[in-house]
């Protein structure tokens, strides 16, 4: 269960805007390359279109030099600035030495060499050194646009011509050939040209995509932020408690194991509380459940009050509310929790409410040189469980209390879970066994009676009294089988000692109380012995006081049936309660056994002798058989006898024993 809330937890805390985000960062990313692509492409393009024609006058003008030089033509100077329309250039040899020139060499001193289309030779590529807008890389020709954006915003004289709009802008560029079968080189300075109309076709398509992108990224900001809100509204809805509006078990253990897993919370102590709310079902049934929901949140929000800023609260389940508290001592933890039950006793004017509190301590753990060990695993679940473990003790209890879960706590579990684990397989094995408790006439000294009493001789458990299994059959109803199984092996004893000759006497076998919501007990009871064939006289149902506070009815006729079958009926640990004169009233027993309390010291007490005595007189009275049980000294049994008392069942006589034992005592009886 564990494991299944951690995965839903963990399925909640994983983003789905993760997604939205790296979608989002791929359409940017996406949208910048092909930006700078088509930019880049369509700038080479348009660059190599324009430049078309310059690459072509070079070409020209340098084969015509070439053809001059051959010829031993002097008039070469005359030739270049006829062809280069008095355009600016210079003719250098290798040394760098410039031979012809017209206008301001402003060529850079390092050029890149390129290759135009639709051209067999390769051209070298100067940037200007006044205006070096354009240069050439691998690719061609291309624009330094950030120096470009400087010139155009600066310089008043093209800010002018851009606002007319008449004359294109000129863009400087150096183009060179090798010329004089490659000792020359011819320098030109060309222009790319650019119109006003060109340049803003150019903005306007890069502010379209520019466009694009932005609304491409203010819709993917919108869906993150989207997706944020809308996680946030579901954890919040998925971890508030629908009663109390605040927190639920699963936002507690969200918070609560990541917070006490960190490093600066190892040298500090934790307590796990389950608070409960006792009697929370009946205040709903008297008032209603919508009242009963209001009380909660009282709850809810005076606790919250009581906690600091790192301590948790959250609500468990109906009536139960989880706690995360910090202490230093165990005392002074205790001391702050009856000071909160204390104030939640009173939150409602008319009633006064009561709380059970378990606690289990998360202490700090140490290493051998004393430092804190970090709490690397956590399992809040398992210490809730704890918790709710030690409040559980406190169930019997309607008033407020405070229990700590402890190893004490963690041992009676593990028997319980053993002898339930256990149970069955004992019982088909036999490896509960009948001892019999004699009883005797006190003026005689004549055995003329027993009570079975189980033992458990296991061979994992060893030998379990009963009080380590009883309380927890009566609990899980197995004491059901257990009466039967009584019942089953007693009839057999008594069938194998009458055919052995034996004087046999009445053995009392007990029935529990959870018997007698079985409307047919009479019948199961009577079935069971006549399977084995014993005769009824020689058993006896004993019946404890706490069953006359059931359903009296169905006593009574129960009763009824056992008598008319032949059974006997007595009433065990008469006194005990306080209801047992008004079941004598109306419940027609056979025997009345006294409860061992009743003989308890040395019966001095005059008071105690006073009401022994009436209860013996009482039952005469009533045509009632005594027995009087838990008889330990030779004082109690002389005046049980002169007191009339039928029989004593006592240590002053006899322990109870193995079958075998008291086989030799009944083989004894004479009739």
């Given amino acids: 269960m564990a494991r299944i809330k951690e995965k839903k937890i963990r399925q909640l805390k994983k983003s789905r805007v993760w997604i939205t985000l790296i979608v989002f960062a791929l359409v940017i990313f996406f949208t910048s390359v092909f930006m700078t692509g088509f930019s880049s492409a369509f700038l080479y393009y348009l660059l190599d279109m324009k430049m078309q024609g310059q690459y072509e006058a070079v070409m020209h003008t340098a084969r015509l030099y070439d053809r001059a030089i051959i010829s031993g033509d002097e008039d070469v100077e005359e030739l270049l600035l006829s062809e280069t329309d008095n355009a600016t250039y210079f003719v250098r040899d290798n040394e760098g030495k410039i031979l012809h020139e017209n206008g301001e060499n402003t060529c850079s001193e390092y050029g890149s060499e390129l290759l135009p289309s639709r051209m067999r030779d390769p051209i070298?590529?100067?940037?200007?050194?006044?205006?070096?807008?354009?240069?050439?890389?691998?690719?061609?020709?291309?624009?330094?646009?950030?120096?470009?954006?400087?010139?155009?915003?600066?310089?008043?004289?093209?800010?002018?011509?851009?606002?007319?709009?008449?004359?294109?802008?000129?863009?400087?560029?150096?183009?060179?050939?090798?010329?004089?079968?490659?000792?020359?080189?011819?320098?030109?300075?060309?222009?790319?040209?650019?119109?006003?109309?060109?340049?803003?076709?150019?903005?306007?398509?890069?502010?379209?995509?520019?466009?694009?992108?932005?609304?491409?990224?203010?819709?993917?900001?919108?869906?993150?932020?989207?997706?944020?809100?809308?996680?946030?509204?579901?954890?919040?809805?998925?971890?508030?408690?629908?009663?109390?509006?605040?927190?639920?078990?699963?936002?507690?253990?969200?918070?609560?194991?990541?917070?006490?897993?960190?490093?600066f919370n190892a040298r500090r102590k934790y307590a796990i509380l389950d608070l409960v709310f006792v009697k929370y079902?009946?205040?709903?049934?008297?008032?209603?459940?919508?009242?009963?929901?209001?009380?909660?949140?009282?709850?809810?929000?005076?606790?919250?009050?009581?906690?600091?800023?790192?301590?948790?609260?959250?609500?468990?389940?109906?009536?139960n509310f989880v706690l995360l508290l910090e202490y230093d001592e165990e005392e002074q933890l205790k001391k702050r929790i009856e000071g909160m039950l204390n104030e939640l006793e009173q939150i409602d004017p008319v009633h006064k409410f009561s709380f059970h509190v378990g606690i289990d301590l998360l202490e700090n753990v140490v290493d051998k040189k004393g430092n804190p060990v970090r709490r690397k695993t956590i399992d809040l679940e398992k210490e809730y469980n704890n918790a709710c473990a030690a409040r559980a003790t406190l169930n019997d209890s309607d008033d407020s209390g405070i229990a700590f879960f402890n190893e004490k706590l963690v041992e009676e579990q593990r028997w319980l879970d053993q002898v339930q684990e256990k149970q069955?397989?004992?019982?088909?094995?036999?490896?509960f066994l009948v001892y019999y408790q004699p009883k005797y006439d006190p003026n005689t000294n004549l055995l003329r009676g027993a009570e079975a009493l189980i033992r458990w001789h296991s061979p994992e458990l060893g030998f379990v009294s009963p009080g380590q299994f009883i309380p927890i059959f009566e609990k899980n109803g197995f004491i059901t089988k257990i009466d039967h199984y009584m019942l089953e092996h007693v009839a057999k004893d008594q069938k194998a000692w009458l055919d052995n000759g034996y004087a046999c006497v009445p053995v009392s076998v007990n029935v529990s109380r959870a018997h007698f919501v079985e409307s047919d007990l009479a019948e199961q009871i009577r079935d069971i012995v006549d399977a084995v064939g014993t005769p009824h006289e020689y058993i006896e149902l004993e019946l404890t006081e706490s069953a006359f506070f059931d359903d009296k009815?169905?006593?009574?006729?129960?009763?009824?049936?056992?008598?008319?079958?032949?059974?006997?009926?007595?009433m065990d640990d008469f006194g005990s309660g306080y209801s047992s004169l008004n079941s004598l009233k109306d419940i027609p027993l056979d025997v009345l056994k006294l409860d061992a309390e009743f003989f308890r010291g040395d019966m001095k007490d005059k008071r105690g002798e006073i009401v022994v005595s009436e209860a013996i007189r009482l039952a005469k009275?009533?045509?009632?058989?005594?027995?009087?049980?838990?008889?330990?000294?030779?004082e109690q049994v002389d005046f049980l006898a002169k007191q009339g008392c039928d029989m004593i069942q006592g240590f002053f006589y006899d322990k109870p024993m193995p079958k075998e034992e008291f086989e030799k005592k009944v083989a004894t009886v004479f009739i």
């Fill in 124 to 263: 070298r590529i100067y940037a200007d050194t006044k205006q070096g807008f354009i240069y050439a890389d691998e690719e061609g020709l291309t624009v330094d646009t950030q120096l470009l954006y400087q010139w155009l915003r600066t310089d008043p004289e093209v800010k002018r011509d851009i606002r007319k709009g008449e004359k294109p802008l000129e863009l400087p560029v150096w183009l060179a050939l090798n010329v004089n079968q490659g000792k020359e080189q011819f320098c030109y300075k060309a222009f790319f040209q650019v119109d006003i109309k060109d340049a803003i076709l150019l903005l306007s398509a890069a502010g379209v995509l520019l466009f694009m992108v932005i609304v491409i990224s203010i819709l993917m900001i919108s869906n993150v932020i989207s997706s944020i809100v809308g996680q946030r509204r579901m954890s919040a809805i998925f971890f508030m408690d629908e009663v109390t509006g605040g927190h639920n078990w699963m936002w507690f253990l969200a918070k609560g194991e990541p917070f006490l897993k960190k490093r």
């Fill in 281 to 319: 079902r009946n205040y709903c049934v008297c008032h209603s459940i919508e009242k009963g929901e209001k009380a909660l949140c009282l709850v809810e929000q005076m606790v919250r009050k009581k906690l600091d800023k790192k301590e948790l609260c959250a609500h468990y389940a109906s009536a």
């Fill in 424 to 431: 069955q397989e004992a019982l088909e094995r036999e490896e």
């Fill in 553 to 570: 009815k169905a006593l009574i006729a129960t009763i009824m049936k056992l008598k008319e079958y032949g059974f006997s009926v007595s």
């Fill in 621 to 634: 009275s009533l045509d009632m058989r005594t027995v009087a049980e838990g008889v330990e000294v030779k």
